[in-house]
């Protein structure tokens, strides 16, 4: 696969601004560049601006100043409803909280993306039971998320992030919520979708596991970049 | 996405439910006080002008206070003395009043029918009564139909058993159709008026006349109204004005709470839902189709509660026909008020939902992972 820059973060800086002048500066001036098919980890205390990062990495929230690219196009300046169109098609996303639809079944919740598209029920519920049988929910397909355990709604998660084939998935503590056995099945299943499919991760994560089989680390500090650690079988070639 | 939107409904049937209830009532009041006043007007208007465009009609002023008659007699010997004034070519004593609040019951002598149209009048059954009866009566086939009579039925009037001789088949003169006729002289014995009338109609020579003949008499006759059949008309269409203003009074606030209650509720369950909303915006749902999700479910609560709402405005307007009409089917609800109020509260409540959609397409998706 050639390597192409899907991720190039320029001087990102984020500010909360909160009442007058109280100003928190989550993020101060982040340079990033992640390739297509790599496995990254993001790594840092709490409070970091990991979060921040992702989402800003995820286009649900813009940067106070800097630029986004994805894919080589410029994400940071785009409308509301031109950053839903990126999500929806180049971007999954799983969160540490899952962020199900709680009134919707397995299978709708990950149909959900794809109808979001424009695609009509059949066809997405269709692609919906295909995934969550990938991720071994064949059985849970009609289940609501609090009929399912987390390391099954965290699955059901990762289903859906797949559900319009994006090359990116971003993953914001997946493992967060879950005991070890099953934040282990969900490092395995990721791991397994960037080596078998080919999709670019991101993750942020305190799972030791799962930091260490990203093929770079990232560790963040007060919003900055603190220093990288590259996997050396997997090093990037320039 | 309607089968989203039918779920998410579904889901939280006590809120559809209440954010429904306003237009179930707006569309019910509307279409029932409107096919009530459509049909009062109808009817008060036929059965003036069965009377004729060219008569006056005299009847005496009501005198206010308690047990005061709400229809005064007065001597029927009067009926000469119109008869004596200028440009008046007839006029006829008759007893009018009301049979169980709304059925016009009408007292008329043979020779005098022609003054009420009832001359040439079809009979669906058989025919008129003769003047010096003391048991019979004649009914319009709507009040027979109503009352499930036919000839040689009694019909029991201030207790007193009459007989159907005949079922008047008016066609398109309605105010026949739901009237009872019954002979001068036993409409006087019943109703306790020996040598009285309630109204005396006046037949000008000429028509041109009948306006100075009408205030020749209101000047003459102080205690004694009278009006052209034009006046009664334009009198009567004000009344019945009144009542169409307030009907839509009464729709244009049924409407109002009815919308305040759709945004109040769709913005409270919109601030419920925020962290769906969010999830779903952060999977990729644009503006568009989360305002168009939120607009469908007003569009099905709408569809639904209209077919409510024309249900029990279909029943209220049987309930009017029933007790204040006596059981003649006067209010209808026409296909075309119903399509109208249905129509109307879809729009309705699609207007109402147009801010809480927005607001609901604003939802940031980030406080809802956050959370
Ligand atoms: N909406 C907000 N308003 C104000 N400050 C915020 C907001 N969101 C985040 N912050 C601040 O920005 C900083 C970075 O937060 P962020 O959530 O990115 O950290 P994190 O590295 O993800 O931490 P954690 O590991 O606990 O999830 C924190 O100091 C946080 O308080
Ligand atoms: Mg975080």
Known sequence: MAKRAVFKLEKITKQYRMGEDVVTNALCGIDIEIENGEYVAIIGPSGSGKSTLMHIMGCLDSPTKGRVFIEGIDVSKMKDNELAVVRREKLGFVFQAYNLVNTLTAVENVALPMRFAGVGRGEAVRRARELLKKVGLTDRMGHKPNQLSGGQQQRVAIARSLINDPDIILADEPTGNLDTKSGQEIVELLESLNRKMGKTIVVVTHHLGLAQRADRRIYIKDGKVEREERKASRKRRR | ?371
């Open chain 2, 1 to 371: 996405m309607l089968d989203l939107s039918a779920k998410e409904l579904t889901e939280h049937k006590l809120r559809t439910f209440l954010t429904s209830l306003g237009i179930v009532i707006a569309i019910a009041a509307i279409v029932s006080l409107g096919s009530i006043s459509a049909g009062m007007d109808a009817m008060v208007k036929d059965t003036l002008r069965q009377m004729g465009a060219d008569k006056i009609i005299v009847t005496k002023k009501i005198t206010a206070g308690l047990g005061a008659p709400m229809i005064p007699a007065f001597d029927e010997d009067i009926v000469d003395d119109f008869k004596a004034m200028n440009g008046v070519d007839d006029a006829v004593p008759i007893i009018r009043t009301n049979y169980l609040g709304s059925v016009p019951l009408i007292g008329i002598e043979e020779k005098d029918r022609g003054f009420m149209q009832m001359a040439d009048v079809d009979f669906k059954e058989g025919g008129w009564f003769f003047d010096d009866d003391t048991d019979s009566v004649v009914v319009g086939k709507d009040f027979a139909e109503a009352r499930n009579l036919n000839v040689g039925d009694e019909l029991k009037i201030e207790n007193r058993k009459l007989t159907v001789v005949g079922i008047i088949d008016a066609g398109e003169m309605r105010g026949l159709n739901m009237m009872i006729a019954l002979p001068y002289r036993l409409a006087q014995d019943l109703l306790d008026m020996e040598g009285k009338a309630t109204v005396v109609l006046i037949k000008p020579g000429d028509i041109t006349q009948a306006d100075a003949i009408k205030e020749q008499i209101r000047d003459e006759y102080e205690d004694y109204d009278a009006m052209t059949t034009e006046d009664m008309l334009a009198r009567a269409g004000n009344i019945v004005g009144t009542i169409g203003l307030i009907t839509i009074g009464i729709g244009v606030i049924t409407s109002l709470v009815a919308a305040v209650g759709i945004i109040i509720t769709m913005i409270s369950s919109i601030a419920e839902r925020k962290r769906q909303l969010g999830i779903m915006k952060a999977v990729g749902a644009s503006t568009h189709v989360i305002m168009m999700q939120i607009l469908q479910e007003s569009l099905i609560m709408s569809i639904v509660s209209g077919i409510a709402g024309l249900l029990i405005g279909y029943m209220l307007v049987g309930v009017v026909n029933n007790t204040l009409l006596a059981g003649m089917q006067i209010a209808a609800v026409t296909p075309a008020l119903a399509a109208g109020a249905f129509l109307y509260g879809i729009m309705l409540s699609i207007v109402s939902a147009l801010y809480p959609a927005w607001k609901a397409s604003r939802t940031d998706p980030i406080e809802a992972i956050r959370s």
